[in-house]
């Protein structure tokens, strides 16, 4: 197998943990297992969680973890005038456009509470029969889910598997009451931007991949619907617990200001798995030949 491109895609609204070097880690190795090119994407259209400081720690951290990358931004000045998130607003705005042609966008005013207290936090579509106007200020945009079909995940062992959209993808938000798109939307439209063909993620994307793959097949982005994907296993804490942004202690920053070197980092990823890991290399083992 081969692909053109695979890419990284942190969040700068935290710093980067193990669970992110892992992450990168299999990426890297994916890439240089199956001749892709590997790309840095940051993700920072949702501008109020995204703090400089986090973003440089991302640059900090790959070079300090020397994953090398062949596209992208090489320093958060880079970043700024070139790969923000920011300088794809027209395309994002397309491509909601075409979803709106669908005729399967419709406008929510409801607040999270009412969602959470209303609906037991799973919604159904209670707005979708208000036509509430589009152009209405603060509402958010939704996709109406209720004729999704199964969908077909191609996956880096040669399997695919067919999965219905979970509940909690049922009519998600497209556009935010910001007016900015949604997550969902933004993925999708970068790696068909910038052709991506392998993607790799952790596991907890699952139901973000299917929401994806299902705009993806609104919008016949044939590119994204035959894309490749790697859903790896989240690290934990050794407690079953997943590793988040908020436990501070497993930061990268924290074990480099404890004068841990990167290979002491990739052992102790290692360690927590069970494989002996010690360079990028390493991970190339934790993917499908
Ligand atoms: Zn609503």
């Known amino acids: ?81 070139h790969y923000s998130q920011r300088h794809r607003l027209s395309f994002y705005e397309v491509l909601l456009g075409q979803l709106v042609a669908t005729g399967k966008v419709y406008a929510c005013s409801c607040s999270r509470k009412q969602i959470e207290t209303d609906f037991g936090g799973v919604y159904h579509g209670a707005c979708q029969h208000k036509k509430i106007a589009l152009d ?12 999704a079909r199964p969908i077909l995940v191609r996956a880096l062992d040669g399997s695919t598997t067919i999965a219905a959209l979970p509940e909690g993808m049922h009519h998600f938000v497209v556009r935010k009451k910001d007016g900015f798109p949604a997550y969902q939307l933004t993925s999708l439209a970068d790696d068909l931007y910038f052709g991506v063909d392998l993607i790799v993620r952790g596991q907890d994307l699952w139901p ?25 296993e989240l690290l934990t804490d050794g407690h079953d617990r997943k590793l988040s942004k908020s436990a501070g202690d497993t930061s990268v920053l924290h074990f480099r200001n404890q004068g841990l070197t990167a ?22 083992a934790l993917i499908p030949d």
């Open 1 to 81: 197998m081969h692909f053109s491109k695979t890419r990284i895609a942190p969040t700068p609204s935290g710093f980067l943990h193990l669970g992110n070097v892992y992450s990168f880690a299999i990426t890297a190795a994916a890439a240089q297992k199956y001749g892709a090119s590997l790309l840095l994407r940051i993700d920072d259209m949702d501008r109020d969680r995204v703090h400089p400081e986090y973003l440089a720690d991302v640059f900090q951290t790959l070079a300090f973890l020397g994953i090398s990358y062949d596209e992208g931004p090489s320093n958060p000045a880079d970043f700024e005038a």
């Open 136 to 147: 209405t200020p603060g509402v958010a945009w939704r996709i109406d889910t209720s004729q």
């Open 208 to 232: 973000s991949t299917l929401a994806q793959l299902f705009l993806a097949g609104l919008l016949g982005a044939d590119a994204f619907l035959s894309a490749t994907f790697h859903h790896h």
């Open 263 to 284: 290979a002491g980092l990739y052992s102790r990823i290692g360690s927590t798995i069970g494989k002996p890991i010690e360079k990028p290399k390493d991970f190339s």
